[in-house]
């Protein structure tokens, strides 16, 4: 039977084979993230609103058929990935982004907030 560690591996080396394959593409025009799987099927899209360097996400989805399968996590991690080698910043408004980035905080270099940006606006006549 082994050791605990050794079935947590075998267990979670499973899971990773049961996740479909995804690829992460920018759709600029869109202004999203997209997922799809190598049949062509667009699994999800993480929706984004750029300003100037800065990505702000607003929204993030999966295809319901697929969900729980990692997509969502693949998606933004691949998302992540693009706006590091673009040198761009990001704005999780998303909760899905910003859970996401609360459990990986190798993206914390990528962290912006809207006072970061100034756009924050309080008080009288504001």
Do not use: N, W
């Not at 079935?7 to 084979?17: A, E, I, M």
């Not at 202004?31 to 609103?49: E, N, R």
């Amino acid at each position: 039977m082994g050791t605990m560690s050794e079935q947590q591996s075998t267990q979670q080396d499973v899971r990773r084979d049961a996740e479909p394959d995804v690829t992460v593409t920018q759709d600029a025009e869109q202004q999203a993230f997209v997922a799809t799987l190598p049949d062509g099927t667009v699994a999800g899209a993480a929706y984004y609103h750029p300003l100037g360097e800065v990505l702000v996400f607003t929204h993030t989805e999966v295809d319901p058929a697929l969900e729980g399968q990692g997509i969502g996590s693949r998606l933004v991690a691949g998302a992540l990935a693009a706006a590091r080698e673009a040198g761009s910043k990001v704005v999780p408004l998303c909760p899905f982004v910003r859970a996401y980035m609360a459990r990986h905080p190798e993206h914390d270099d990528l962290l912006r907030t809207y006072t970061d940006l100034g756009t924050r606006k309080a008080g009288p006549g504001a």
